[in-house]
């Protein structure tokens, strides 16, 4: 089963606060946990997303897509990141408590539909 | 051993490639179908030597399996290819061409009319010898999405109607021009992303490398070649010190500079050595140039700034850009102080061709610093960091606004250096 795991905040500006040995231990936390889930194969794929600053929203308003500069939701609760792993539900979640128990930003598990008749 | 074996096959593979696609298309013309029949034959290829042996004449056995891939092809696609089927089985040879093929090649892979991301893949396919699955990892795209994109750039290829032969002698120049932004942007898509996933993407610097390795034997007058040839090798000799054991960004004042490449940084210097003066001197020399001042320092403090800086303002009247006045704010900065670099930084404020990238920021925040202003300098650095699309550099300037962080907030602005 694959598992989508998305990371919520920790972007630009909600490191403001932070001191310089908080962000270098989160950040050293986050790819050694990259790097042990990839050489283990549980990771399928990951990607970060820029901070959402430069972001573009398009709306249907006034029936037509409507572009607007800016994200669609508040930077803390803007999507930062994700990782698609291969396992259980359990370990899933064991993933994310991982990564919670350092960065304190909120993630969500979401199971990943089955595509397989397209491949 | 065996690995080794392996990968001296795949070595050679890779070179074999242009030449024998370049002499299935000499023969038959139909750009498009010779390539798919070289890509079959590299795979076959790849799937047998391992297991039997390189054969004795490699490219022979390269180009009989692709021929006959080609002439299977025309089989089942319909008997109206019979003409060229029969003259494909004429068992004369090539024609001495085949030195030129490669180059021939890497013309028509970034041909004008392709978009720079068609021409990147076309050329690592076609004269890289890549496969496809290999582009579309390099790339950080799904195989399906990077076989559309070759297969498109191909069928472009044939509606332009392009010929298999070098560029006529007027438009040479603009065409040259075009193959050297590919290598280029080959280059750094390998070198700017340097660590984490995006790891095996310095095979794309290697690739790069290779390729422009090529196309400077080929054609040795050239001297943009050659001074792109040597401004690639004494950047990529950086490498090492780049990144640390984190994967985190060195500025190039604080890398240890033992870990660089002395053999890459002695032929990028003598290869500028015997370019500069032979003939025009283009930007790639001259960026080239820079590069090796900067090899040449023992220690960041021993670097030749004025040198730079003078090079810096040739490189302003040859190839004027706002990327340029970047680079030469901080050889300026260096040599008359941080408050001279950020006054000419203030010049690029209103320029739209700087408002998507992080560099500006960047390289404010860290003359800010350096002139004694830190809040302003921590502003600048975040700013950057929102800003930019790679992840070491945004750990890096992250890291950076946060040591300023802890100092006493002031309620004015230090004064400016008296200097």
């Not at chain 1, 359990?90 to 994310?96: C, G, L, Y």
């Not at chain 2, 030195?99 to 991301?117: E, G, I, M």
């Not at chain 2, 021993?302 to 706002?322: C, E, F, N, S």
């Not at chain 2, 320029?351 to 390289?363: F, G, I, P, Q, S």
Request: charged share 20%; hydrophobic share 45%; net charge negative.
């Amino acid at each position: 089963m694959k598992y989508m795991i998305m990371m919520f905040g920790g972007l630009g500006a909600s490191l403001i606060d932070r001191s310089p040995e908080w962000i270098t231990n989160m950040q050293t936390t986050m790819m050694r946990m990259d790097r042990e889930l990839r050489e283990t194969g549980e990771v399928v794929d990951s990607r970060h997303l820029m901070d959402p600053g430069q972001a573009t929203t398009v709306r249907f308003q006034n029936g037509a897509p409507a572009p607007t500069d800016g994200p669609f939701a508040e930077i803390k609760e803007s999507l930062a990141g994700y990782w698609i792993v291969e396992g259980s539900h359990e370990r899933a979640v064991e993933i994310a408590s991982q990564v919670v128990a350092v960065t304190e930003y909120p993630m969500e598990i979401r199971r990943m539909m089955d595509q397989s008749a397209q491949e | 051993m065996q690995s080794e074996t392996v990968n001296t096959a795949e070595g050679l593979l890779r070179e074999l490639a242009p030449q024998v696609l370049g002499a299935l298309v000499r023969r038959h013309g139909q750009f498009d179908a010779c390539e798919d029949a070289v890509q079959e034959a590299l795979l076959a290829a790849t799937v047998q030597w391992p297991a039997d042996g390189v054969p004795e004449r490699p490219r022979s056995w390269l180009l009989t399996v692709a021929t006959r891939t080609l002439i299977d092809h025309w089989r089942t696609d319909s008997a109206r290819r019979r003409r060229e089927t029969a003259a494909a089985l004429d068992p004369t040879e090539g024609s001495g061409f085949e030195s030129q093929d490669a180059l021939v090649l890497l013309f028509l892979c970034c041909h004008p009319a392709l978009s720079p991301p068609s021409q990147l893949a076309l050329t690592l396919r076609a004269v890289g010898g890549l496969s496809t699955a290999q582009i579309a990892a390099a790339f950080l795209v799904p195989e399906t999405t990077m076989a559309q994109r070759i297969g498109r750039a191909k069928q472009r290829i044939r509606d332009t109607g392009a010929r298999f032969v070098l560029p006529p002698p007027d438009e040479r120049a603009g065409r040259l021009g075009v193959v050297l932004h590919v290598l280029y942007l080959l280059f750094n898509e390998g070198y700017t992303a340097s660590s984490g996933p995006a790891l095996h993407r310095a095979d794309l610097t290697a690739e790069a490398i290779r390729l422009t390795r090529l196309s400077h034997r080929l054609q040795p007058g050239e001297t943009e070649v050659a001074g792109l040839l040597a401004l690639m090798l004494l950047t990529d000799a950086r490498r090492a010190a780049r990144t640390d054991p984190d994967g985190s960004i060195v500025p190039l004042a604080d890398q240890d500079r033992t870990l660089w490449d002395a053999t890459a940084i002695a032929e990028g210097q003598a290869l500028l050595t015997g370019t500069l003066g032979s003939g025009p001197v283009g930007p790639y020399q001259i960026q080239a140039a820079i590069a090796a001042l900067h090899d040449e320092a023992r220690i960041a403090e021993q670097t030749d700034w004025p040198q730079i800086l003078a090079l810096y303002d040739v490189l302003a009247q040859v190839a004027p850009g706002p990327v340029v006045t970047l680079s030469r704010a901080v050889a300026v900065a260096m040599v008359n102080g941080p408050v001279a670099g950020l006054a000419l930084l203030g010049t690029l404020d209103a320029d739209d061709r700087m408002a998507h990238t992080h560099r500006l920021e960047a390289v404010r925040a860290h003359l800010l610093e350096q002139a004694g202003h830190p809040q302003g300098a921590r502003e600048s650095y975040l700013r950057a960091a929102r800003m930019t699309a790679s992840l070491p550099e945004q750990r890096y300037l992250t890291l950076r606004a946060a040591s300023l962080s802890d100092l006493p907030v002031r309620s004015t602005p230090a004064p400016p250096p008296s200097s």
